[in-house]
């Protein structure tokens, strides 16, 4: 009987520990649905008072010489958000007959202001595919670094250039062939 009762007391231990767990995971996911409800409630009131911080200095009723680069970078984020939105709309206004019937120039995107300073995308280093190895008799020798010869096959879909026992397209995944 002893082992069955050191059986019982450790499935018991085990339950209870799975059901503090369980209880445990509740009240997390109680608490960060509050905190998720809190932060939602003080962006919107922050919202309003930034709305009316800008129609009081709209209005001339707000001269803070500290707060004229913030307000002057919030509009001219406005008129790019505004912007974007014009070109999306016209996006999804578009369909495939319009575009072939009328090729539609795409207006490059516009510099961002100096008022907004961007931060700059590395710029991801050009890496040359591998070289083939070249085949002299039954050894295998690598090409030189600076002889490579031109790619003879192109992805029909992408145009990028492919090995030639590629399968696939590396670029846009296309099946080769």
């Known amino acids: 009987m002893a082992f069955f009762d050191k059986l019982a007391r450790k499935v018991s231990k085990g339950l209870d520990q799975a059901t503090f767990e369980a209880e445990k995971l509740v009240r997390v996911n109680k608490l960060k649905s509050e905190l998720s409800a809190l932060r939602t409630e003080l962006l919107q009131v922050k919202a309003v008072l930034a709305d009316r911080v800008m129609e009081l200095y709209g209005a001339g009723g707000l001269n803070l010489p500290e707060l004229e680069e913030p307000i002057q970078a919030v509009g001219v984020l406005e008129e790019r958000v ?35 300073p961007q931060a700059a995308a590395p710029e991801a280093p050009e890496i040359a595919p591998p070289a083939a190895p070249e085949e002299v008799g039954e050894e295998q020798v690598e090409a030189p670094a600076g002889a ?12 990028a250039a492919l090995l030639e026992e590629a ?8 099946k080769v062939g």
């Open 167 to 174: 399968a696939f397209c590396a670029n846009c995944g296309a």
């Open 82 to 116: 505004a912007a974007q939105e014009d070109e999306l709309l016209t996006a999804q206004a578009e369909t495939y007959q319009s575009r072939e019937e009328a090729e539609v120039p795409v207006a490059p995107a516009a510099a961002p202001p100096a008022a907004v």
């Open 148 to 159: 490579a010869e031109a790619p003879s096959k192109f992805c029909a879909e992408c145009g």
